[in-house]
């Protein structure tokens, strides 16, 4: 079964701060951008950051946390938060939360995501 591609994310990313412990490294970038869809457009909502957590020799776990903030494709103000959690070798799997019944079936659909980097940042693509 084909997969449906339900948002388009450019994220584009601020100034990172890093911690160096003893056994992990953490990175957090702080980001803004945009979002598309069929069923959702609007921008990333101050406070989107991305939390990258690197045990010593270790592939990175990284977990973007952000809110957007724009209208359904019925025209209605909404906000969909969105959690993207995994590592590059073995995919990411968002979590949805959103404020219109519209996309009421994205809070309980199997999701993936694909990252890949664009200027200035990272392109986000979320499918269903």
Known sequence: MAKELLLTIDVECKPAYRVSGQIRDIVMIPFTGRASGEKFNGTIAE???DTQKMGKGEEAFLSARYLLRGKDCAGNDCQVFVENEGRFSE??????????????????????????????????????
């Not at 404020?99 to 309980?108: G, H, N, S, Y």
Request: proline residues 10%.
């Open 47 to 49: 406070g989107g950051v």
């Open 91 to 128: 995919g990411f799997r968002p979590t949805i939360v959103t404020d219109t019944p519209v996309l009421a079936d994205w809070e309980t659909a199997v999701l993936s995501a694909e990252v890949k980097p664009i200027p200035g940042g990272v392109q986000v693509s979320i499918f269903r």
